[in-house]
């Protein structure tokens, strides 16, 4: 294991830093408090009850950092478990956490989740973080060192692969709603590869893109989809993650298993077959087959499903649904280059009409490859608006900013992001009660984040409002 700290202090941060550029997000300086040194010598294995969750773990090598900790159920103390360590694009690791607590309690997996890894990070700070959380992995936890995952959501995911790829041992990587240059996979690192996006997903493509000429990493490279939208994938879509980390640990013999145990990980998948998740679009069905004959072959016998993977790769029903969906692709990329064109062109009345009727036609739907593709134009959109939102408002460019916040208010409303930024933009123009207004909305739709209020200073102007301290003593910090 020190062998293993020893070289998480040689992360490659230019390989950081690269990678970094690709996070879809903006980059919002965060000031980075005074810390607190904790030698490595008196980060010792800590003790932790089966069934445990504790929220703030300090960090070895800095308290200011910390974790949250799920010890599953079936934990005795002194035997060593793996590790997921989860990157939450919020900072929120008690919400992936919770919900995959009870998979953790079956799979006999420990999750740890970063406080502190979120959006809009500045650079310096995400490679502290992901360092730190590596090595509080092993110096901190009962945790098999053969054993160490890393997974996360959206802007989560991509750091999730920054320390996959780093020469940090991690084993398996989980990327929900992201992907990853293929290019900066090494054979031999991470060990496989969970790529996950449901079907309305503004980055669906480019998980669904990511391909290997290598057939080593080609078999390794397990693509998932299920219908939903940009979020964190539901409990029983994801156990097929824990499933794939033991499968293919059993082959890379680091996890010893009985001829039993292998059988009984063959009929988890065969359970998931049965319970028809993937049976409403055959597309899925393919991508199912096709990672349990990946995690599986060599480990139990899957003749069977090779056999209904061949026969499902000729339908008539697989060649249609992706000749629909090609053309859905087509439409979708036509349809999102005339908004981007508007964007600038049309005022705010035209937006809000056009993202109406977009709502509108989403709801009503009744063609669920037609709402996914409505939903992730929408997506698409949001997140175009909010990247450039972001930059107007620190180029103070106030034209920009204030047409740019209408719009994502109207293009995405559910998201907490696009009141938050309002709010930031009514408190910059000093108009008091639309900033009180939107801050109260970014709450109602789950904006947690009220550190970053206090380290925002365009809200400074607020402060002496008691309306305002009140709101903010209501977010978490």
Not at 3 to 32: A, D, H, M, P, Q
Not at 65 to 72: D, E, G, R
Not at 158 to 166: G, M, V
Request: hydrophobic share 40%.
């Amino acid at each position: 294991m020190k062998s293993v700290i020893k070289t998480l202090g040689r992360i490659n941060i230019l390989l950081v830093f690269s990678l970094l550029l690709l996070i879809s997000c903006g980059n919002r300086e965060v000031k980075k408090e005074e810390t607190t040194p904790i030698t490595n010598e008196s980060a010792a294995p800590q003790k932790f009850a089966a069934g445990s969750l504790t929220e703030r773990i300090p960090c070895v090598e800095d308290a200011n950092i910390s974790f949250a900790l799920y010890m599953p159920s079936s934990y005795k103390e002194g035997e060593k478990l793996p590790v997921l360590i989860l990157f939450d694009p919020h900072g929120d690791p008690l919400f992936p956490i919770n919900m995959y607590k009870s998979l953790a309690d079956k799979h006999h997996f420990m999750l740890m989740g970063s406080n502190d890894s979120k959006n809009g990070n500045a650079k310096e700070l995400t490679a502290h973080i992901i360092q730190l959380m590596a090595k509080s992995a092993y110096a901190l936890l009962p945790v098999d060192s053969n054993r160490v995952y890393s997974g996360g959501f959206s802007g989560g995911g991509r750091i999730a692969a920054l320390l996959a790829f780093s020469p940090s041992g991690i084993q398996g990587l989980v990327t929900c709603g992201a992907a990853f240059p293929i290019y900066e996979w090494n054979q031999n690192i991470p060990s496989v590869v969970c790529a996950i996006a449901n079907d309305g997903d503004m980055n669906l493509p480019e998980i669904t893109n990511l391909k290997s000429n290598d057939p080593v990493k080609a078999g390794r490279l397990l693509t998932f989809r299920n219908k939903g939208k940009h979020e964190w994938p539901k409990a029983d879509f994801f156990e097929e993650v824990f499933l794939a980390f033991n499968a293919f640990a059993s082959r890379d013999k680091i996890l010893m298993l009985s001829s039993d145990e292998k059988k009984a990980l063959n009929n988890d998948y065969s359970s998931i077959d049965k319970s028809k998740i993937y049976d409403s679009n055959p597309i899925y069905k393919a991508y199912f087959y096709e990672r349990w004959i990946k995690a599986m072959d060599g480990v139990a016998n899957i003749d069977d499903i090779k056999k209904k993977y061949v026969a499902l790769k000729s339908s008539s029903a697989l060649q249609s649904a992706m000749n629909t969906e090609q053309q859905l692709i087509k439409e979708e990329t036509d349809i999102k280059e005339n908004y981007y064109k508007a964007m600038g062109s049309r005022d705010t009345v035209w937006w809000m009409n056009e993202m109406t009727k977009l709502s509108r036609s989403i709801s009503s739907s009744n063609d669920a490859l037609k709402k996914s593709q409505l939903e992730r134009i929408r997506g698409g959109l949001s997140l175009m608006c909010y990247m450039n939102l972001d930059k107007t408002l620190k180029a103070g460019a106030r034209d920009s900013y204030i047409y740019l916040s209408a719009l994502y208010r109207f293009i995405d409303p559910e998201n907490s992001e696009s009141w938050i930024l309002a709010s930031q933009v009514a408190a910059k123009e000093n108009k008091k009660e639309e900033c009180l207004n939107y801050l109260s909305q970014a709450i109602k739709t789950g904006f947690k984040e009220g550190s970053r209020i206090l380290n925002t200073p365009d809200f400074s102007s607020m402060s002496s409002d008691p309306r305002f301290q009140q709101l903010l003593n209501s977010i978490p910090r």
